[in-house]
């Protein structure tokens, strides 16, 4: 939907007072997004055309935008609150309340940092040297505040698309996205300093005035709560086993710490029932110890929400 | 340090599939980059390549791979000399054996191995063709097939040994089945000297733990439920016995809370069975793996 369009549309609702309009980002998020609030108990769908969101949240009325357009319509008030990265928090430079981190978007995508790079054989080898020097990026607001805080005067040149490889024709520097530093690696780059570590983690952000307001904030405390419990939930598993009571001893100090875990006496026996939970990476050293300390019936299962 | 990495070989093809869906469901992630044979596993000490089954085992006996899947049919035709660690019992389709079968066209005058004397068998498997001969004590030429074997009865062979998975492509081919030649599973198996090493030998036992669990978490299902007091023998009597079910006592209630898992065909009984005998609360869940 167009932004004018969207904001006439907001307007026209914002008499209902029992409904947070939330912000959901999209691009590249879209897939990631979906399957966050399915897992969170949603039944939600993102729709192409025209442009939607449903679900099946009465409460709740989604937004579907790019992620820096959402760091601005949250931090002008439009939108009540919603979910925007680090980076494009810090870009907006809006006063919106961070409620809760929920991390990289979904398992598979890994943290990235935003760098300063320069080519391998340029003559700036420290950051003073970009005194007077062109930086390329599609973050000025971060690099504007980066070279503020080392009291360096560079010019900062906006552009939204491969930056990586407009230095050095078309600048000395570039501020971008890093995450394996392949790309970087491929147009001759060398990072010189580091200006944000984990730029792709997810919060949920609620606008000032709609955290004044009991209602909504209960309503975004308790969105984030279940958004980042799924989330979490992604990466972990839940896991039961049987241990007799020679090995328990063994077993609780092999088992880990996120969540104490659940001892049950099995009916007349000397073996107790052991239920915990520990993330997806952990289990393959985990499993084969457990079975190496003797436990049996060890099963683990799928779980939806862990909420710590 | 250069010792503490394992070489795994996963087959391209058929199996592909399966074999990604078993790996991640046991706790890696593994990626396909682009047609790169190197595959990206998110555990530093295994090295992965993606490779033909046909080639796996006889990488692993040369010692060019330290471990593999492949297919059971590809293990004896190849003849190699490997360590196999276990049987993981899934296929492309299903968890279930692929069968390779003895087939002639509908209007062929053969009925059975015994008609085949002199006749010109086309195969993928030639080795395992020669055994099958041989055990069945008959005289045939046996050819090579690079492929798409079923095409070629009658006009380029009398008979064809093809894997069959659901039989759609030979009746698509007008033949008929006559025989199973070789059933086949899907397995893990090692280079010898490999399990030698203790650090290499641990870790594939570590590997081959969690793929077994994985196969069997993808076959079970978990199952939870309230049994009053009165029915509680009765219905630990009917529970499958791979697992022992953990038994609690409800606070406060004559009714026991019992938790178990069966296999998704059993289940299907099991299910009504239970609601029958009056248990109720009656859960089931998926289960990722399951370790006995």
């Known amino acids: ?308 | 340090m250069k010792n503490k990495i394992i070489k795994l070989g996963v087959p391209k093809g058929s199996l592909q599939e399966s074999t990604l869906r078993i790996f991640k469901r046991a706790g890696f992630n593994i990626k396909i980059p682009g047609r790169s044979y190197i595959l990206k596993m998110d555990d530093p000490e295994i090295e992965c390549f993606m490779l033909r089954p046909q080639e796996i085992p006889r990488y692993i006996e040369e010692g060019k791979l330290d471990v593999g899947i492949s297919g059971e049919d590809w293990i004896r035709e190849s003849r190699a000399k490997v360590v196999e660690i276990s049987d993981l019992k899934y296929a492309k389709q299903k968890i279930k054996k692929t069968k390779w079968v003895l087939a002639v066209s509908k209007d062929s005058k053969i009925n059975s191995v015994k008609g085949l004397g002199g006749k010109t068998i086309s195969t993928e498997i030639v080795n395992l063709a020669k055994d099958y001969l041989k055990k069945n004590k008959v005289k045939a030429t046996v050819e090579f097939s690079w492929g798409a074997t079923e095409v070629k009865p009658p006009r380029f062979a009398d008979a064809v040994i093809d894997l069959v998975e659901t039989g759609v492509s030979l009746e698509a081919h007008n033949l008929k089945i006559l025989d199973t030649v070789f059933e086949s599973s899907t397995m893990l198996i090692a280079n010898v000297k490999t399990m030698e090493d203790s650090w290499k030998r641990e870790k594939i036992k570590s590997l081959n733990l969690l793929l077994e669990g994985a196969v069997e978490g993808e076959r079970m299902t978990g199952l939870t439920l309230d049994v009053p007091r009165a029915i509680l023998k009765k219905v630990l009597k009917v529970l499958p016995a791979m697992l022992k079910p953990t038994v609690t006592k409800m606070p406060n209630t004559d009714f026991y809370n019992v938790f178990t898992s069966a296999s998704k065909v059993e289940i299907r009984k099991l299910v009504p069975k239970l609601k029958k005998l009056g248990c109720e609360g009656i859960v089931e869940y998926p289960l990722r793996k399951v370790i006995p």
């Open chain 1, 1 to 308: 939907m167009p932004y004018r369009q969207q904001n006439l549309f907001l307007q026209k609702n914002m008499a209902k007072e029992n409904k947070i309009k939330f912000g959901i980002p999209g691009g590249a998020l879209e897939e990631s997004m979906e399957r966050l609030f399915q897992d969170a108990g949603y039944d939600f769908k993102i729709k192409k055309a025209p442009l939607l969101v449903c679900i099946d949240d009465p409460e709740i009325e989604c937004f579907f935008d790019r992620a820096n357009e959402l760091a601005f319509l949250i931090g002008a008030g439009i939108l009540d609150g919603g979910i925007v990265s680090r980076a494009a928090l810090l870009e907006s430079k809006s006063d919106a309340k961070e409620v809760c981190l929920i991390g990289t978007p979904s398992f598979d995508w890994k943290s990235s940092k935003v760098v300063l790079a320069v080519p391998e054989k340029s003559s700036i080898k420290s950051l003073k040297d970009l005194r007077g020097k062109q930086i390329i990026t599609r973050l000025p607001g971060i690099t504007k505040d980066f070279l503020k805080k080392n009291k360096i005067s560079a010019t900062v040149e906006v552009s939204h698309s491969s930056n990586e490889a407009k230095v050095p024709e078309l600048a000395d520097a570039v501020v971008e996205f890093a995450n394996t530093g392949a790309t970087l690696q491929f147009y001759n780059l060398k990072v010189l300093a580091v200006l944000l570590e984990d730029a792709n983690a997810l919060s949920v952000i609620a606008h000032p005035k709609a955290w004044k307001n009991n209602w909504k904030k209960e309503k975004i405390e308790s969105l984030g709560i279940l958004l980042k419990g799924a989330r979490i939930a992604q990466e972990y598993s839940g896991l039961m086993l049987h241990a007799s009571n020679d090995m328990m001893e063994e077993v609780l100090k092999a088992l880990p710490a996120l969540k104490k875990p659940t001892v049950t006496h099995l009916r007349g026996e000397n073996w107790f029932d052991v239920f915990t939970v520990a993330p997806k990476k952990d289990l393959r050293r985990l499993i084969p110890r457990l079975k190496e300390i003797g436990c049996t019936d060890i099963i683990e299962f799928d779980l939806s929400k862990v909420v710590v």
